[in-house]
């Protein structure tokens, strides 16, 4: 399978039907933000003109976070090069951590990024919940047949501090 990895800007109509047809909305809503697809930065993986994978990031000064991570085909390396193109990005800005928030139920999200050198930085109790009161599509029941309450942060320094 070969892929291609492109930035988001050029193909913003097709993200943002791949975005609506998984998510069933154009926003993603966490702790720190109410988020519109529309106007994140990312990157799109294509394998034979097919979107098999996004990633949306917001930067800030000190810190980029992920808002979305999604691989179509699991286990081909699809989110470790989507999230291989943020690191370098926030390296290439001099933003020395990525941060990346998941929910309580997504113990494969948090193997992941384990494996990628994230480690857990914040529990936020009832942050799903609340984010439901706006988004009521939010499932009450995830991954592993879990109950979706909390937000885990997840962090990695990708440039060391002076």
Not at 71 to 94: C, D, F, K, M, P
Request: proline residues 2%; charged residues 20%.
């Amino acid at each position: 399978m070969q892929l291609i990895i492109q930035n988001i800007r050029h193909c913003r109509q097709r993200v943002h039907h791949f975005f609506t047809k998984k998510w069933l909305t154009d926003k993603m809503i966490v702790s720190s933000g109410e988020y519109d697809i529309d106007h994140l930065d990312g990157f799109v993986a294509f394998s034979e003109e097919q979107i098999v994978g996004l990633v949306t990031y917001v930067k800030r000064v000190s810190e980029v976070e992920i808002i979305s991570l999604d691989s179509l085909l699991e286990g081909r390396g699809i989110g470790s090069l989507l999230l291989q193109g943020v690191e370098t990005t926030a390296i290439n800005h001099q933003i020395s951590q990525v941060l990346v928030t998941t929910t309580n139920d997504n113990l494969q999200a948090m193997t992941f990024y384990q494996h990628r050198g994230y480690r857990f930085k914040k529990v936020i109790p009832d942050a799903v919940d609340l984010a439901r009161r706006q988004k009521p599509e939010i499932p009450l029941i995830g991954n592993n047949h879990i109950e979706i309450h909390d937000e885990l942060i997840l962090g990695k320094q990708v440039i060391s501090a002076v």
